[in-house]
Protein backbone atom coordinates (compact mmCIF):
# COMPACT_ATOMS: atom_id res chain seq x y z
CA UNK A 1 0.00 0.00 0.00
CA UNK A 2 1.37 3.22 -1.07
CA UNK A 3 -1.16 6.02 -0.34
CA UNK A 4 -1.57 7.53 3.25
CA UNK A 5 -3.79 6.03 4.97
CA UNK A 6 -5.79 7.39 7.83
CA UNK A 7 -5.32 7.44 11.68
CA UNK A 8 -4.67 4.13 13.46
CA UNK A 9 -6.75 2.91 16.30
CA UNK A 10 -5.08 1.54 19.66
CA UNK A 11 -5.98 -1.95 20.23
CA UNK A 12 -4.62 -5.22 22.40
CA UNK A 13 -2.58 -7.23 19.31
CA UNK A 14 -1.02 -4.00 18.36
CA UNK A 15 -0.05 -3.48 21.80
CA UNK A 16 1.41 -7.35 22.00
CA UNK A 17 3.36 -6.58 19.30
CA UNK A 18 4.80 -3.52 20.58
CA UNK A 19 5.58 -5.14 23.99
CA UNK A 20 7.18 -7.77 22.66
CA UNK A 21 9.11 -5.86 20.47
CA UNK A 22 10.63 -3.64 23.47
CA UNK A 23 11.53 -6.87 25.50
CA UNK A 24 12.99 -8.36 21.79
CA UNK A 25 11.00 -11.66 22.51
CA UNK A 26 11.26 -12.61 18.75
CA UNK A 27 14.67 -10.70 18.72
CA UNK A 28 12.45 -7.28 17.30
CA UNK A 29 11.22 -9.62 14.88
CA UNK A 30 7.32 -9.93 13.54
CA UNK A 31 6.71 -12.61 10.94
CA UNK A 32 2.60 -13.21 10.81
CA UNK A 33 0.54 -15.39 8.26
CA UNK A 34 -2.90 -15.67 6.73
CA UNK A 35 -3.81 -19.18 6.35
CA UNK A 36 -6.47 -19.54 4.36
CA UNK A 37 -8.58 -22.94 3.20
CA UNK A 38 -8.94 -23.27 -0.17
CA UNK A 39 -12.28 -24.89 0.46
CA UNK A 40 -14.09 -21.36 -0.43
CA UNK A 41 -13.74 -17.57 -1.73
CA UNK A 42 -12.62 -15.26 0.80
CA UNK A 43 -15.51 -12.40 2.48
CA UNK A 44 -14.94 -9.98 4.29
CA UNK A 45 -14.70 -11.46 7.15
CA UNK A 46 -11.37 -12.99 5.78
CA UNK A 47 -10.39 -9.56 5.08
CA UNK A 48 -10.41 -8.02 8.54
CA UNK A 49 -7.94 -11.40 9.22
CA UNK A 50 -5.87 -10.45 6.45
CA UNK A 51 -6.02 -6.35 7.23
CA UNK A 52 -4.51 -7.75 11.02
CA UNK A 53 -1.77 -10.20 9.86
CA UNK A 54 -0.57 -8.26 6.87
CA UNK A 55 -1.05 -5.46 8.88
CA UNK A 56 0.75 -6.09 11.80
CA UNK A 57 3.67 -7.26 9.45
CA UNK A 58 4.04 -3.91 7.32
CA UNK A 59 3.56 -1.67 10.92
CA UNK A 60 6.52 -3.23 12.36
CA UNK A 61 8.84 -3.94 8.88
CA UNK A 62 8.27 -7.52 9.23
CA UNK A 63 6.54 -9.97 6.80
CA UNK A 64 3.35 -12.09 6.28
CA UNK A 65 2.82 -15.44 4.76
CA UNK A 66 0.28 -16.32 2.35
CA UNK A 67 -0.20 -20.18 3.67
CA UNK A 68 -2.79 -22.46 1.88
CA UNK A 69 -4.03 -24.54 4.73
CA UNK A 70 -4.65 -27.58 2.70
CA UNK A 71 -5.06 -30.54 4.44
CA UNK A 72 -8.37 -32.09 3.91
CA UNK A 73 -8.57 -32.97 -0.05
CA UNK A 74 -12.48 -34.05 0.52
CA UNK A 75 -13.31 -30.09 -0.24
CA UNK A 76 -10.28 -28.19 -1.54
CA UNK A 77 -9.71 -26.93 -5.34
CA UNK A 78 -7.32 -25.01 -7.28
CA UNK A 79 -10.26 -22.87 -8.29
CA UNK A 80 -10.33 -21.23 -4.65
CA UNK A 81 -6.39 -21.28 -4.45
CA UNK A 82 -6.59 -18.99 -7.56
CA UNK A 83 -9.30 -16.70 -6.15
CA UNK A 84 -7.95 -16.02 -2.91
CA UNK A 85 -4.62 -14.85 -4.36
CA UNK A 86 -6.59 -12.58 -6.80
CA UNK A 87 -8.65 -11.38 -3.79
CA UNK A 88 -5.58 -10.90 -1.43
CA UNK A 89 -4.34 -8.81 -4.31
CA UNK A 90 -6.60 -6.80 -4.60
CA UNK A 91 -7.50 -5.92 -1.02
CA UNK A 92 -3.59 -4.95 -1.47
CA UNK A 93 -1.60 -6.54 0.06
CA UNK A 94 1.91 -8.45 -1.21
CA UNK A 95 3.32 -11.69 0.37
CA UNK A 96 6.50 -11.28 -1.96
CA UNK A 97 8.03 -14.60 -2.16
CA UNK A 98 6.37 -16.05 0.81
CA UNK A 99 3.71 -18.22 0.10
CA UNK A 100 3.40 -21.74 1.16
CA UNK A 101 1.12 -24.54 0.97
CA UNK A 102 1.09 -27.00 3.94
CA UNK A 103 0.70 -29.76 2.01
CA UNK A 104 4.82 -28.93 1.05
CA UNK A 105 4.92 -30.18 4.53
CA UNK A 106 3.39 -33.48 4.63
CA UNK A 107 6.88 -35.48 4.90
CA UNK A 108 8.23 -33.27 7.76
CA UNK A 109 4.92 -33.66 9.47
CA UNK A 110 4.75 -37.12 9.38
CA UNK A 111 8.36 -37.54 10.68
CA UNK A 112 7.16 -35.05 13.17
CA UNK A 113 4.46 -37.71 14.24
CA UNK A 114 6.84 -40.11 14.16
CA UNK A 115 9.09 -38.29 16.56
CA UNK A 116 6.15 -38.48 19.49
CA UNK A 117 5.68 -42.15 18.69
CA UNK A 118 9.20 -42.73 19.75
CA UNK A 119 9.06 -40.68 22.73
CA UNK A 120 5.90 -42.59 23.42
CA UNK A 121 3.87 -39.54 23.45
CA UNK A 122 1.44 -41.07 20.11
CA UNK A 123 -0.27 -44.35 19.49
CA UNK A 124 -1.78 -45.65 16.88
CA UNK A 125 -5.89 -46.08 17.82
CA UNK A 126 -8.66 -48.53 16.68
CA UNK A 127 -11.41 -46.78 18.52
CA UNK A 128 -14.82 -46.56 15.85
CA UNK A 129 -15.70 -42.66 16.13
CA UNK A 130 -18.66 -43.48 18.20
CA UNK A 131 -16.55 -44.93 20.68
CA UNK A 132 -13.74 -42.27 20.35
CA UNK A 133 -16.19 -39.73 21.54
CA UNK A 134 -17.84 -42.04 24.21
CA UNK A 135 -14.43 -42.79 25.63
CA UNK A 136 -13.14 -39.17 25.43
CA UNK A 137 -16.25 -38.30 28.34
CA UNK A 138 -17.09 -34.52 29.13
CA UNK A 139 -15.54 -32.00 30.65
CA UNK A 140 -16.81 -32.10 34.09
CA UNK A 141 -15.84 -36.37 34.31
CA UNK A 142 -12.16 -37.53 33.30
CA UNK A 143 -12.64 -39.69 30.16
CA UNK A 144 -11.38 -43.40 29.30
CA UNK A 145 -8.36 -44.73 28.36
CA UNK A 146 -8.21 -46.71 24.93
CA UNK A 147 -7.37 -49.72 25.10
CA UNK A 148 -4.60 -49.62 22.76
CA UNK A 149 -2.88 -46.22 24.48
CA UNK A 150 -0.31 -48.64 25.94
CA UNK A 151 0.25 -50.33 22.55
CA UNK A 152 4.32 -50.38 22.34
CA UNK A 153 6.47 -48.06 19.90
CA UNK A 154 7.19 -50.58 17.53
CA UNK A 155 4.07 -51.70 17.16
CA UNK A 156 2.56 -48.47 16.93
CA UNK A 157 5.61 -47.47 14.22
CA UNK A 158 4.48 -50.10 12.10
CA UNK A 159 0.94 -49.70 12.14
CA UNK A 160 1.56 -45.83 10.87
CA UNK A 161 3.35 -46.87 8.09
CA UNK A 162 1.48 -49.04 7.24
CA UNK A 163 -1.48 -46.31 7.42
CA UNK A 164 0.29 -44.26 5.30
CA UNK A 165 1.29 -47.55 3.10
CA UNK A 166 -2.71 -47.74 2.21
CA UNK A 167 -3.36 -50.91 4.03
CA UNK A 168 -6.25 -49.98 5.69
CA UNK A 169 -9.64 -48.21 4.43
CA UNK A 170 -10.98 -44.90 6.10
CA UNK A 171 -11.70 -44.73 9.69
CA UNK A 172 -9.79 -48.10 10.33
CA UNK A 173 -7.01 -46.26 12.44
CA UNK A 174 -6.28 -42.96 13.55
CA UNK A 175 -2.79 -41.56 15.27
CA UNK A 176 -3.26 -40.16 18.72
CA UNK A 177 -1.51 -37.80 20.75
CA UNK A 178 -1.06 -39.39 24.09
CA UNK A 179 -1.83 -36.32 26.41
CA UNK A 180 -4.23 -36.56 29.42
CA UNK A 181 -7.32 -38.65 29.11
CA UNK A 182 -8.63 -36.62 32.86
CA UNK A 183 -7.62 -32.94 31.21
CA UNK A 184 -11.10 -30.60 31.76
CA UNK A 185 -9.67 -29.47 28.25
CA UNK A 186 -11.27 -32.18 25.65
CA UNK A 187 -9.16 -30.75 22.86
CA UNK A 188 -5.94 -32.37 25.08
CA UNK A 189 -7.77 -35.67 25.87
CA UNK A 190 -5.69 -37.58 23.49
CA UNK A 191 -6.86 -35.84 20.01
CA UNK A 192 -6.48 -37.62 17.75
CA UNK A 193 -3.57 -35.81 14.90
CA UNK A 194 -3.70 -37.99 11.58
CA UNK A 195 -6.22 -40.04 9.86
CA UNK A 196 -6.80 -41.77 6.62
CA UNK A 197 -8.73 -40.39 3.74
CA UNK A 198 -8.07 -41.99 0.46
CA UNK A 199 -10.05 -39.88 -1.79
CA UNK A 200 -10.42 -37.62 -3.55
CA UNK A 201 -6.86 -37.06 -4.63
CA UNK A 202 -5.39 -33.25 -3.33
CA UNK A 203 -5.01 -30.72 -5.52
CA UNK A 204 -1.53 -30.60 -4.90
CA UNK A 205 0.23 -34.17 -4.02
CA UNK A 206 -2.22 -36.30 -5.84
CA UNK A 207 -2.20 -39.83 -4.51
CA UNK A 208 0.59 -39.22 -2.68
CA UNK A 209 -0.66 -39.58 0.52
CA UNK A 210 -3.74 -41.69 1.93
CA UNK A 211 -2.75 -40.04 5.54
CA UNK A 212 -3.39 -36.58 6.03
CA UNK A 213 -2.66 -34.63 9.55
CA UNK A 214 -5.09 -33.04 11.29
CA UNK A 215 -5.64 -29.39 11.88
CA UNK A 216 -4.89 -28.68 15.44
CA UNK A 217 -1.97 -31.29 14.85
CA UNK A 218 -0.70 -29.30 11.22
CA UNK A 219 -1.08 -25.67 12.07
CA UNK A 220 1.12 -25.12 14.53
CA UNK A 221 3.97 -27.12 12.74
CA UNK A 222 3.20 -24.96 9.17
CA UNK A 223 3.67 -21.84 12.07
CA UNK A 224 6.89 -23.46 13.16
CA UNK A 225 8.51 -24.70 10.50
CA UNK A 226 7.94 -21.14 8.46
CA UNK A 227 9.78 -19.04 12.01
CA UNK A 228 6.23 -17.62 12.17
CA UNK A 229 6.49 -14.79 15.33
CA UNK A 230 2.87 -14.05 15.81
CA UNK A 231 0.27 -16.77 15.16
CA UNK A 232 -3.52 -14.73 14.62
CA UNK A 233 -6.52 -16.64 14.91
CA UNK A 234 -9.81 -16.13 15.72
CA UNK A 235 -11.58 -16.71 19.35
CA UNK A 236 -12.77 -20.28 18.37
CA UNK A 237 -8.92 -21.82 18.68
CA UNK A 238 -8.36 -20.04 22.16
CA UNK A 239 -9.40 -23.51 23.81
CA UNK A 240 -6.89 -25.03 21.37
CA UNK A 241 -3.93 -23.03 22.37
CA UNK A 242 -2.80 -25.85 24.96
CA UNK A 243 -2.95 -28.39 22.24
CA UNK A 244 -0.91 -26.35 20.54
CA UNK A 245 1.73 -25.31 22.86
CA UNK A 246 1.93 -29.23 23.61
CA UNK A 247 3.15 -30.37 19.95
CA UNK A 248 5.54 -27.75 19.56
CA UNK A 249 6.56 -28.57 23.26
CA UNK A 250 7.35 -32.34 23.16
CA UNK A 251 9.19 -32.29 18.68
CA UNK A 252 12.16 -30.77 18.09
CA UNK A 253 11.01 -27.76 15.73
CA UNK A 254 13.37 -24.67 15.18
CA UNK A 255 11.02 -21.93 17.00
CA UNK A 256 7.51 -21.74 19.00
CA UNK A 257 5.37 -19.04 17.78
CA UNK A 258 3.14 -17.13 19.86
CA UNK A 259 -0.91 -17.99 19.02
CA UNK A 260 -3.09 -14.88 20.36
CA UNK A 261 -6.89 -14.68 19.48
CA UNK A 262 -9.36 -12.14 18.71
CA UNK A 263 -12.75 -12.19 17.78
CA UNK A 264 -14.32 -12.94 14.02
CA UNK A 265 -16.25 -10.36 12.23
CA UNK A 266 -20.14 -10.71 12.13
CA UNK A 267 -22.01 -8.31 10.10
CA UNK A 268 -25.41 -7.64 10.38
CA UNK A 269 -27.97 -8.50 7.30
CA UNK A 270 -25.18 -11.05 6.21
CA UNK A 271 -24.20 -14.33 6.63
CA UNK A 272 -20.58 -15.37 6.59
CA UNK A 273 -20.28 -19.02 6.81
CA UNK A 274 -18.11 -20.78 4.07
CA UNK A 275 -20.86 -24.02 4.01
CA UNK A 276 -24.05 -20.96 3.62
CA UNK A 277 -22.59 -19.03 0.92
CA UNK A 278 -21.56 -22.71 -0.88
CA UNK A 279 -25.03 -23.32 -0.51
CA UNK A 280 -26.69 -20.02 -1.91
CA UNK A 281 -24.16 -20.86 -4.80
CA UNK A 282 -24.97 -24.52 -5.46
CA UNK A 283 -28.85 -23.65 -5.07
CA UNK A 284 -28.27 -20.78 -7.29
CA UNK A 285 -29.81 -18.37 -5.06
CA UNK A 286 -27.16 -16.12 -6.30
CA UNK A 287 -25.56 -15.93 -9.56
CA UNK A 288 -22.11 -17.17 -8.54
CA UNK A 289 -19.43 -16.65 -6.01
CA UNK A 290 -18.90 -13.01 -7.22
CA UNK A 291 -22.91 -11.97 -7.44
CA UNK A 292 -23.05 -8.06 -6.28
CA UNK A 293 -25.14 -9.43 -3.18
CA UNK A 294 -22.46 -11.92 -1.86
CA UNK A 295 -20.16 -10.54 1.21
CA UNK A 296 -17.32 -12.74 -0.75
CA UNK A 297 -14.35 -10.08 -1.99
CA UNK A 298 -15.30 -11.24 -5.29
CA UNK A 299 -18.84 -10.02 -4.99
CA UNK A 300 -18.07 -6.51 -3.12
CA UNK A 301 -15.61 -6.10 -5.85
CA UNK A 302 -18.20 -6.83 -8.44
CA UNK A 303 -20.65 -4.57 -6.49
CA UNK A 304 -17.98 -1.10 -7.04
CA UNK A 305 -16.73 -1.74 -3.48
CA UNK A 306 -12.80 -0.49 -3.18
CA UNK A 307 -10.29 -1.58 -1.32
CA UNK A 308 -9.38 0.96 -0.07
CA UNK A 309 -13.05 1.25 1.58
CA UNK A 310 -12.46 -2.30 3.43
CA UNK A 311 -9.64 -1.60 4.64
CA UNK A 312 -10.68 1.51 6.26
CA UNK A 313 -13.58 -0.74 7.81
CA UNK A 314 -11.67 -3.35 9.34
CA UNK A 315 -9.63 -0.85 10.86
CA UNK A 316 -13.00 0.89 12.21
CA UNK A 317 -13.93 -2.09 13.23
CA UNK A 318 -10.95 -2.75 15.68
CA UNK A 319 -9.55 -5.70 17.24
CA UNK A 320 -11.20 -7.07 20.28
CA UNK A 321 -11.49 -10.19 22.23
CA UNK A 322 -15.49 -10.55 22.74
CA UNK A 323 -18.17 -11.51 19.56
CA UNK A 324 -20.13 -8.99 18.41
CA UNK A 325 -22.85 -8.23 15.67
CA UNK A 326 -21.21 -5.23 13.69
CA UNK A 327 -23.58 -3.25 11.39
CA UNK A 328 -23.35 -3.39 7.52
CA UNK A 329 -24.34 0.64 7.67
CA UNK A 330 -20.55 1.34 8.89
CA UNK A 331 -19.28 -1.03 5.98
CA UNK A 332 -20.94 1.18 3.98
CA UNK A 333 -20.56 4.44 5.74
CA UNK A 334 -17.06 3.68 4.34
CA UNK A 335 -17.56 3.04 1.09
CA UNK A 336 -19.75 6.05 0.63
CA UNK A 337 -16.57 7.86 2.23
CA UNK A 338 -14.01 6.64 -0.06
CA UNK A 339 -16.51 6.81 -3.36
CA UNK A 340 -17.32 10.35 -2.59
CA UNK A 341 -13.90 11.29 -2.51
CA UNK A 342 -12.90 9.05 -5.83
CA UNK A 343 -15.87 8.83 -7.80
CA UNK A 344 -16.52 10.92 -10.89
CA UNK A 345 -19.95 12.22 -11.22
CA UNK A 346 -22.22 11.51 -13.82
CA UNK A 347 -26.15 11.88 -14.78
CA UNK A 348 -27.92 9.23 -15.74
CA UNK A 349 -31.96 8.66 -15.67
CA UNK A 350 -33.48 5.54 -14.53
CA UNK A 351 -36.99 6.18 -14.91
CA UNK A 352 -37.20 8.38 -17.90
CA UNK A 353 -39.92 10.53 -19.02
CA UNK A 354 -39.25 12.77 -21.77
CA UNK A 355 -38.99 16.70 -21.81
CA UNK A 356 -39.45 18.97 -24.90
CA UNK A 357 -37.67 22.93 -24.90
CA UNK A 358 -39.83 24.05 -27.50
CA UNK A 359 -37.82 27.42 -28.16
CA UNK A 360 -34.88 25.46 -28.35
CA UNK A 361 -34.21 24.77 -32.32
CA UNK A 362 -34.90 21.24 -34.01
CA UNK A 363 -31.55 19.82 -35.10
CA UNK A 364 -29.40 21.32 -32.87
CA UNK A 365 -27.38 20.34 -30.30
CA UNK A 366 -25.32 22.25 -27.34
CA UNK A 367 -22.90 21.36 -24.84
CA UNK A 368 -22.37 21.98 -21.36
CA UNK A 369 -19.60 21.92 -18.85
CA UNK A 370 -19.68 19.90 -15.96
CA UNK A 371 -17.56 19.37 -13.17
CA UNK A 372 -16.30 15.57 -12.77
CA UNK A 373 -15.95 15.74 -8.71
CA UNK A 374 -16.28 19.03 -6.61
CA UNK A 375 -14.60 16.62 -3.86
CA UNK A 376 -11.38 16.55 -6.18
CA UNK A 377 -10.35 19.81 -8.59
CA UNK A 378 -7.62 17.49 -10.29
CA UNK A 379 -10.45 15.19 -11.79
CA UNK A 380 -11.28 18.61 -14.31
CA UNK A 381 -14.97 18.87 -15.76
CA UNK A 382 -16.40 17.10 -19.04
CA UNK A 383 -18.87 18.41 -22.04
CA UNK A 384 -22.17 17.30 -21.24
CA UNK A 385 -24.49 17.37 -24.78
CA UNK A 386 -27.66 18.81 -25.01
CA UNK A 387 -30.62 19.01 -27.32
CA UNK A 388 -34.44 20.02 -27.78
CA UNK A 389 -35.46 16.46 -26.04
CA UNK A 390 -34.09 15.30 -22.80
CA UNK A 391 -34.63 12.53 -20.25
CA UNK A 392 -35.67 13.61 -16.61
CA UNK A 393 -36.52 11.57 -14.20
CA UNK A 394 -40.29 10.53 -13.47
CA UNK A 395 -40.54 11.99 -9.97
CA UNK A 396 -38.97 14.81 -10.95
CA UNK A 397 -42.27 16.15 -12.24
CA UNK A 398 -45.75 16.59 -10.15
CA UNK A 399 -48.97 17.84 -12.57
CA UNK A 400 -50.30 19.14 -8.92
CA UNK A 401 -47.13 19.57 -6.75
CA UNK A 402 -47.24 20.46 -2.85
CA UNK A 403 -46.20 23.62 -1.82
CA UNK A 404 -42.58 22.43 -1.04
CA UNK A 405 -41.61 20.13 -4.31
CA UNK A 406 -39.21 22.35 -5.38
CA UNK A 407 -38.79 20.37 -8.97
CA UNK A 408 -40.31 20.21 -11.99
CA UNK A 409 -44.34 21.30 -12.21
CA UNK A 410 -46.52 23.17 -14.83
CA UNK A 411 -45.53 26.97 -14.71
CA UNK A 412 -42.26 26.54 -12.69
CA UNK A 413 -39.24 26.84 -13.19
CA UNK A 414 -36.21 24.79 -12.14
CA UNK A 415 -32.06 24.35 -12.55
CA UNK A 416 -30.81 22.14 -15.13
CA UNK A 417 -27.78 20.37 -13.63
CA UNK A 418 -24.91 22.48 -15.49
CA UNK A 419 -27.01 23.63 -17.69
CA UNK A 420 -29.66 26.19 -18.07
CA UNK A 421 -33.17 27.15 -16.18
CA UNK A 422 -36.62 25.38 -18.11
CA UNK A 423 -40.11 26.58 -17.51
CA UNK A 424 -42.87 24.10 -17.66
CA UNK A 425 -45.45 25.90 -20.31
CA UNK A 426 -47.63 21.78 -20.79
CA UNK A 427 -47.80 18.26 -21.05
CA UNK A 428 -49.37 15.83 -23.08
CA UNK A 429 -51.05 12.48 -21.60
CA UNK A 430 -51.94 9.58 -23.13
CA UNK A 431 -55.96 7.74 -23.16
CA UNK A 432 -55.57 6.98 -19.90
CA UNK A 433 -54.32 10.61 -18.29
CA UNK A 434 -50.73 9.53 -17.98
CA UNK A 435 -48.13 12.22 -19.04
CA UNK A 436 -46.64 11.23 -21.48
CA UNK A 437 -44.37 14.57 -22.33
CA UNK A 438 -43.46 17.27 -20.79
CA UNK A 439 -43.27 20.99 -22.33
CA UNK A 440 -40.94 23.78 -21.67
CA UNK A 441 -39.08 26.33 -22.42
CA UNK A 442 -35.22 27.67 -21.79
CA UNK A 443 -33.70 30.70 -20.94
CA UNK A 444 -30.90 31.31 -23.30
CA UNK A 445 -29.88 33.86 -20.84
CA UNK A 446 -29.01 31.32 -18.25
CA UNK A 447 -26.42 29.43 -20.09
CA UNK A 448 -24.61 27.17 -17.02
CA UNK A 449 -27.61 26.87 -14.85
CA UNK A 450 -27.68 30.83 -12.78
CA UNK A 451 -30.83 33.69 -14.05
CA UNK A 452 -29.29 36.68 -15.31
CA UNK A 453 -31.41 38.70 -13.62
CA UNK A 454 -30.45 37.09 -9.99
CA UNK A 455 -34.44 35.62 -9.81
CA UNK A 456 -34.31 32.57 -7.60
CA UNK A 457 -34.39 29.01 -8.87
CA UNK A 458 -34.64 26.47 -6.11
CA UNK A 459 -34.50 23.45 -7.58
CA UNK A 460 -32.05 21.50 -9.75
CA UNK A 461 -32.51 17.82 -11.20
CA UNK A 462 -30.17 15.80 -13.41
CA UNK A 463 -31.25 15.13 -17.41
CA UNK A 464 -29.65 13.33 -20.24
CA UNK A 465 -29.75 14.74 -23.83
CA UNK A 466 -32.38 11.75 -25.82
CA UNK A 467 -30.77 11.86 -29.10
CA UNK A 468 -27.56 11.47 -27.24
CA UNK A 469 -28.02 9.49 -24.55
CA UNK A 470 -26.87 5.62 -24.45
CA UNK A 471 -29.91 3.25 -23.37
CA UNK A 472 -28.27 0.80 -20.64
CA UNK A 473 -28.97 -1.86 -18.04
CA UNK A 474 -28.76 -0.98 -14.57
CA UNK A 475 -28.82 -3.91 -11.90
CA UNK A 476 -30.14 -2.16 -8.99
CA UNK A 477 -28.72 -4.52 -6.02
CA UNK A 478 -29.72 -4.13 -1.89
CA UNK A 479 -29.36 -5.97 0.98
CA UNK A 480 -29.13 -10.15 0.70
CA UNK A 481 -31.22 -10.60 3.84
CA UNK A 482 -34.13 -9.24 5.62
CA UNK A 483 -33.18 -9.93 8.68
CA UNK A 484 -30.70 -8.54 11.47
CA UNK A 485 -29.25 -11.85 12.21
CA UNK A 486 -30.21 -14.18 9.44
CA UNK A 487 -27.34 -16.75 10.21
CA UNK A 488 -28.67 -17.13 13.76
CA UNK A 489 -31.51 -19.80 13.75
CA UNK A 490 -32.37 -20.90 17.01
CA UNK A 491 -35.66 -19.16 16.09
CA UNK A 492 -36.57 -22.64 14.30
CA UNK A 493 -36.04 -20.31 10.99
CA UNK A 494 -33.47 -20.74 8.09
CA UNK A 495 -31.24 -18.24 6.87
CA UNK A 496 -32.64 -19.37 3.52
CA UNK A 497 -36.32 -17.93 5.19
CA UNK A 498 -34.51 -14.50 5.04
CA UNK A 499 -34.03 -13.82 1.77
CA UNK A 500 -34.80 -10.07 0.15
CA UNK A 501 -37.13 -10.85 -2.43
CA UNK A 502 -36.25 -7.22 -3.52
CA UNK A 503 -32.48 -7.47 -3.48
CA UNK A 504 -32.26 -7.51 -7.15
CA UNK A 505 -33.45 -5.79 -10.27
CA UNK A 506 -32.70 -5.29 -13.66
CA UNK A 507 -33.93 -1.79 -15.32
CA UNK A 508 -33.42 0.13 -18.44
CA UNK A 509 -31.67 3.81 -18.04
CA UNK A 510 -30.17 6.05 -20.31
CA UNK A 511 -26.87 7.59 -19.53
CA UNK A 512 -24.92 10.38 -20.28
CA UNK A 513 -23.06 9.19 -23.75
CA UNK A 514 -19.61 8.65 -22.41
CA UNK A 515 -20.88 6.35 -20.32
CA UNK A 516 -20.74 3.48 -22.54
CA UNK A 517 -16.91 3.18 -23.44
CA UNK A 518 -15.87 3.11 -20.16
CA UNK A 519 -13.75 -0.04 -18.30
CA UNK A 520 -15.59 -2.46 -17.00
CA UNK A 521 -15.04 -1.85 -12.98
CA UNK A 522 -14.94 2.17 -13.55
CA UNK A 523 -17.13 4.06 -10.49
CA UNK A 524 -19.46 6.67 -10.63
CA UNK A 525 -21.61 8.79 -8.53
CA UNK A 526 -25.09 9.18 -10.71
CA UNK A 527 -25.75 12.58 -9.85
CA UNK A 528 -28.76 12.59 -6.94
CA UNK A 529 -28.86 9.09 -7.08
CA UNK A 530 -25.71 7.06 -5.58
CA UNK A 531 -22.78 5.10 -6.80
CA UNK A 532 -22.31 2.85 -9.70
CA UNK A 533 -20.15 1.09 -11.39
CA UNK A 534 -19.53 -0.96 -14.98
CA UNK A 535 -20.22 -4.26 -14.03
CA UNK A 536 -16.72 -6.52 -14.16
CA UNK A 537 -18.33 -8.98 -16.38
CA UNK A 538 -21.06 -8.02 -18.53
CA UNK A 539 -20.57 -4.60 -19.24
CA UNK A 540 -19.45 -3.65 -23.04
CA UNK A 541 -19.75 -0.15 -25.01
CA UNK A 542 -22.28 -1.96 -27.17
CA UNK A 543 -23.90 -3.71 -23.94
CA UNK A 544 -23.26 -0.99 -20.73
CA UNK A 545 -24.31 -2.69 -18.35
CA UNK A 546 -23.72 -0.95 -14.64
CA UNK A 547 -24.10 -1.82 -10.90
CA UNK A 548 -25.32 -0.12 -8.20
CA UNK A 549 -23.14 -0.21 -5.38
CA UNK A 550 -24.72 1.99 -2.85
CA UNK A 551 -27.71 4.89 -2.60
CA UNK A 552 -26.61 8.05 -1.61
CA UNK A 553 -27.83 7.46 1.76
CA UNK A 554 -28.50 4.40 4.40
CA UNK A 555 -31.99 3.82 3.39
CA UNK A 556 -32.80 1.08 5.57
CA UNK A 557 -31.67 3.47 8.93
CA UNK A 558 -34.21 3.40 11.54
CA UNK A 559 -34.94 6.98 11.82
P1 LIG B 1 -13.69 -23.01 7.92
O1 LIG B 1 -14.90 -23.25 8.73
O2 LIG B 1 -13.73 -23.61 6.56
O3 LIG B 1 -12.38 -23.23 8.66
P2 LIG B 1 -12.97 -20.23 8.04
O4 LIG B 1 -13.89 -19.11 7.73
O5 LIG B 1 -12.34 -20.34 9.38
O6 LIG B 1 -13.80 -21.49 7.65
P3 LIG B 1 -10.33 -20.32 6.88
O7 LIG B 1 -9.97 -20.50 5.47
O8 LIG B 1 -9.84 -21.32 7.85
O9 LIG B 1 -11.90 -20.23 6.92
O10 LIG B 1 -9.96 -18.86 7.35
C1 LIG B 1 -8.69 -18.28 7.18
C2 LIG B 1 -8.45 -17.29 8.27
O11 LIG B 1 -9.45 -16.28 8.27
C3 LIG B 1 -8.46 -17.93 9.63
O12 LIG B 1 -7.33 -17.51 10.35
C4 LIG B 1 -9.73 -17.46 10.26
O13 LIG B 1 -9.61 -17.37 11.63
C5 LIG B 1 -9.97 -16.11 9.58
N1 LIG B 1 -11.39 -15.79 9.52
C6 LIG B 1 -12.36 -16.54 8.98
N2 LIG B 1 -13.57 -15.96 9.17
C7 LIG B 1 -13.36 -14.81 9.84
C8 LIG B 1 -14.20 -13.77 10.34
N3 LIG B 1 -15.53 -13.79 10.18
N4 LIG B 1 -13.62 -12.74 10.99
C9 LIG B 1 -12.28 -12.70 11.15
N5 LIG B 1 -11.44 -13.64 10.71
C10 LIG B 1 -11.96 -14.70 10.07
MG1 LIG C 1 -10.79 -22.21 9.60
Redesign the pocket.
Known amino acids: MTENEPVLNQHFIREKIAEDNRAGTFGGKVITR ?7 YL ?4 A ?3 CLDFGMALENNGRCHLRF ?1 DTNPTKEDVEYVDSIMADVQWLGFDWGEHLYYASDYFEQMFQYAEELIHKGLAYVCTLSPDEFKEYRGVPTRPGKDSPWRNRPVAENLDLFHRMRAGEFEDGAYVLRAKIDMASPNLHLRDPAIYRIKKAPPHHRTGSDWCIYPMYDFAHCLEDAIEGITHS ?3 LE ?1 EVHRPLYDWILEHVSVPCHPEQTE ?5 LSYTI ?4 KLQQLVEEKRVSGWDDPRMPTLAGLRRRGYTPEAIRRFCEEVGITKFNSLTDVALLEHCLRDHLNKTAARAMAVLDPIKVVIDNFPEGEADAFEAVNNPEDPAAGTREVPFSRELYIERNDFMEEPPKKFYRLAPGREVRLRYACLVTCTHVLKDADGQVTEIHCTWDPESRGGSAPDGRKVRGTIHWVSAQHAVSAEVRLYDRLFTKENPGDERDGTTFLDHLNPDSFQSIRAYLEPALAGVAPGTRFQFERLGYFCADAKDHAPDHPVFNRTASLRDSWSKQ
Do not use: V
Open positions: FPPEPNGHIGHKAIDLCTFFSRLNMSKR
